[in-house]
């Protein structure tokens, strides 16, 4: 056998025992669809070089079959390198990639038939069998779709790059291989060449570089190498060599030496090579181990070392210390900048560093360009893969020269189901300091398990934030506070400390009248007021429902006035005339005015009551005279009750002496409202808030002019809109009785309008307090029936029928109709004028 059969034998043997070996490998791979494509292309191969070696070795079922399954691989290789390269590049669409499919599916088909290369003929020249191929001039046709093919699968590269889905650096490998076998392909065509295995040579070197490709992309790992199954074939190949270059030898040698034993020669060639093949499975496979397994099993050690350590911890800054010193210890030649993220401001801020006096001042939010493409990309990846993105040619110079002052090389994104925990970046490192994708899987695998810990650290701080403060203001809640003040009073003993408690005025009531939402509203805003003033000078609470707390250590009562003075000038609320919110506040100083923590809230409390009761709205300082005044002012609520009724019947005689309509009305209409209560029915507590409210809804009109109370023409415009302003005057006044306060929601309600269109709030249908759409009634109806300055008294059913016409608009229908029902029979008695 002459050198040029032996290359035509060796060469594909080669190449296809290599192809071979890389499927092997990447078997034991994770699937994908890269993966599968690869491996279907290998399959396209191994067709191309083992078809083209068994067709010269003449193998069953003979040379004409396995030329076509040769041509047949040569024939699909474009189609399927192309194939690899969308799912390489990631790319989208699937229109061009299944007509290619369907067109190579057809030239395939063709050539099956002979329509562009004839069946080979073999003949001998110098005792050397050659093989001829003849083709026809339909080849232009697969040449040109070839190159069509080849030039898609080259668009598709570059528009992944341009896109961002991939690197040029992983494509380098990949295009470098495809280009060694066009031109290996392509030599073919000149007689020079011809003799030669061009094309099953570079078959096996181009799978080697998209191979490389694949190994750089982190797709297969080194480890697979050492499989069991790659090491048997390797085995394999290397025993095959032998046997190839020293089968003559080894006959000779048996031939001479154990010609006796002639018949049993193939078996005797047969185990030896078997065990020889067997020692170089033994041999490769230690080899292999040595190479890569022994240095992945310990970085595995180390990985698990690592896992236990952060499993353990829940606090940050210590998991924190423990991720830096692993990349200290494992890659002590980088800098690592750590960075976390800070859910509240909504931003990545770098808070530690692997080298010693570094600057920290870094920060990314959460919107940045960077942190979207790192979720997506989901490992650690090369800071110039971002830098030929769309997204960072979108940003500002500014942000791209932050980045670049820190001189970032590689990004680890730390993720758990899909959020990003944080971010580690490690500075440009040139040459040999670069890291290798063994090195980035290793990352990968550290930053996987910091992630899971960084989460729960995350909830564990959520948890602890949780049970520490109060979820509506972001505040310390009550029991947190209590142990802080212990410490803070412990430290604060031998100096001064202050306790400030603000309660809220009318709280109750305003919520009432605006709704829960904005009572919530206004409690955060205090808060954030309180924040914004006391700063760290102190422990802030929220003590209670309306109540705040302030502990001040090393600070006196002056200065803490100055502060509640000073808060008093920011708003609770939105500036709005008919929202009435104030607060009170009181002080306790020790060891001033108290001994102890438990005397500071005692008589902080009392404070706050002595300002309560003096009028409200008020920042009182605790002494002992402010102790005894609160005392005499607390008197029991029974007392009180009597001391605001008198001061009820003095209210309503002061407008009766500006009008002497209100007196006599007020009476009618708390009378008529408090029978109209019983039918519905309600319960007796809501019928006497109702009969009370009746008696106040008017005392507001003794802050109208008497001119327009007594005016016996229509009111203009102008003066309507001061008359509405006795229901506000009222809620002014009647908050200032402690013990009433609760009836101002339905004392005010009685101008309010069945179809919304009445007055103060504007309120409509069933959210108008049932009480209010008492009084209402009530009210219209005594003021048809009863003379006034400006008109006559109209008859009882002459108000019942306005009263029918107006249901559904001023109105609550079904009250209307029970209130009509109740007049019409009796159990209503109707005064009129009997007190004008």
């Known amino acids: 056998m002459s050198l040029n059969e032996k290359l035509f034998i060796i060469v594909p043997l080669v190449s296809v025992l290599c192809n071979a070996f890389l499927f092997l490998t990447c078997l034991s791979a994770k699937k994908d669809r890269v993966i599968y494509a690869f491996l279907e292309l290998l399959a396209v191969f191994m067709a191309w070089c083992g078809g083209s070696l068994f067709m010269r070795l003449e193998l069953y079922p003979g040379s004409l079959f396995w030329y076509e399954v040769s041509i047949m691989g040569i024939f699909l290789v474009p189609v399927f390198v192309y194939n690899f390269i969308y799912r390489f590049c990631d790319a989208k669409g699937s229109f061009i990639r299944t007509l290619l499919f369907a067109s190579w599916i057809v030239i ?30 339909a080849i232009v046709f697969p ?50 060449f011809v003799s030669l295995p061009n094309d099953t040579l570079v078959c096996g070197i181009n799978a080697l570089f998209l191979y ?50 002639a018949e049993y020669k193939t078996i005797v060639v047969a185990v030896g090579f078997s065990l020889l093949t067997m020692a170089v499975y033994h041999v490769t496979r ?58 509240q401001m909504h931003r990545y801020r770098i808070v530690s560093c692997t080298q010693e006096m570094t600057e920290l001042s870094f920060e990314l939010s959460d919107s940045h360009p960077l942190i979207k493409w790192l979720i997506e990309q989901k490992h650690s990846v090369y800071y110039n893969d971002f830098a030929r993105t769309q997204s960072f040619k979108s940003m500002w110079q500014a942000e791209k020269r932050l980045l670049a002052d820190l001189n970032v090389g590689y990004v680890l994104p730390l993720i758990y189901d899909d959020e990003l925990a944080g971010i580690t970046f490690f500075t440009h490192t040139e040459g040999k300091n670069r890291f290798s994708p063994g090195e980035l899987n290793y990352l990968d695998s550290a930053g996987a398990i910091l992630s899971i810990a960084l989460r ?27 142990e802080c003040i212990k410490k803070e009073f412990a430290l604060a003993r031998h100096d001064t400390a202050t ?122 300082i605790y002494s002992p005279h402010t102790a005894s005044a609160s005392d005499s002012t607390c008197t029991s609520k029974k007392a009180l009750a009597e001391s605001c009724a008198s001061t009820i019947y003095a209210l309503t005689a002061a407008i009766d002496a500006k009008d002497h309509y209100t007196f006599n009305h007020s009476q009618n209409v708390s009378e008529y409202a408090s029978k109209l209560a019983q039918a519905i029915p309600l319960d007796t507590e809501h019928v006497e808030i109702i009969r009370q409210a009746g008696l106040l809804h008017d005392i507001g009109k003794i802050g109208i002019p008497e001119s ?24 002014a006044m009647i908050r200032h009785l402690p013990s009433l306060d609760y009836v101002i929601p339905t004392a005010i309600a009685h101008h309010e309008r069945w179809d919304g269109k009445g007055y103060p709030r504007g309120l409509a249908g069933e959210v108008i307090p049932i009480g209010g759409r008492c009084l209402c009634l009530a009210d219209s109806f005594d003021a048809m029936t009863s003379k006034r300055s400006y008109k006559d008294a109209l008859t009882v059913e002459a108000a019942l029928d306005e009263i029918r016409r107006n249901l559904g608009t001023q109105f609550d229908p079904q009250l209307g109709l029970l209130f009509i029902r109740l007049v019409e029979d009796g159990t209503i008695t109707v005064y009129g004028n009997a007190g004008v």
């Open 108 to 137: 395939t088909a063709m050539n099956l038939s002979h329509v562009f290369i004839h069946d080979p003929r073999v003949f001998e020249v110098d005792g050397e069998r050659m093989f001829a191929f003849s083709v026809s001039p």
């Open 456 to 482: 729960n650290a995350y909830m564990y701080t959520a948890m602890q934030q949780e049970a520490r403060e109060d979820a509506m203001t972001g505040l310390y809640n009550r029991g947190y506070f209590n």
């Open 286 to 343: 230690r080899m292999m181990n040595n190479l890569f397994t022994k240095r992945q099993e310990a970085r595995d050690t180390t990985l698990k070392q690592f896992s236990v350590s952060v499993s353990k911890e829940l606090e940050l800054e210590p998991l924190l210390d423990l991720y830096k010193n692993f990349l200290q210890e494992n890659f002590p030649t980088r800098t690592a900048y750590l960075c976390v993220h800070e859910a």
């Open 499 to 620: 306790l400030m408690m603000l309660n809220m005025d009318d709280f109750r009531l305003y919520n009432e009248l605006y709704g829960i939402r904005e009572g919530d509203a206004a409690l955060v805003q205090l808060s954030q007021n309180l924040k914004a003033i006391i700063g760290n000078r102190g422990v802030i609470a929220r003590y209670s429902g309306k109540e705040f707390a302030v502990f001040l250590p090393f600070c006196d009562a002056r200065v803490a006035q100055e502060l509640a003075l000073h808060l008093k000038k920011l708003p609770v609320t939105p500036p709005d005339s008919n929202r009435y919110l104030t607060y009170s506040i009181g002080i306790c100083t020790y060891p001033v005015c108290a001994a102890n923590i438990d005397e500071l809230f005692t008589y902080a409390s009392m404070a706050v009551y002595s300002g309560k009761t003096d009028g409200k709205n008020r920042v009182v």
């Open 708 to 731: 327009i109370l007594s005016k016996t023409s229509t009111l203009s415009n102008e003066e309507y809109q001061i008359m509405k302003t006795h229901a506000e005057g009222a809620m």
């Open 212 to 261: 490389y490709a694949l190994y750089r992309r982190r797709l297969i790992t080194l480890t697979h190498i050492a499989s069991n199954s790659s090491s048997y074939l390797l085995s394999a190949i290397f025993t095959t060599l032998i046997l190839i270059a020293s089968f003559s030898g080894v006959d000779q040698f048996y031939n001479q030496y154990l010609g006796a034993f």
């Open 143 to 192: 040449l040109v779709l070839a190159i069509f093919t080849l030039g898609m699968a080259w668009h598709t590269a570059v528009r992944g790059v341009k896109e961002g889905r991939v690197s040029m650096v992983d494509l380098r490998p990949l295009i470098i291989g495809v280009l060694v076998m066009f031109v290996g392909t392509f030599l073919d065509v000149f007689p020079i």
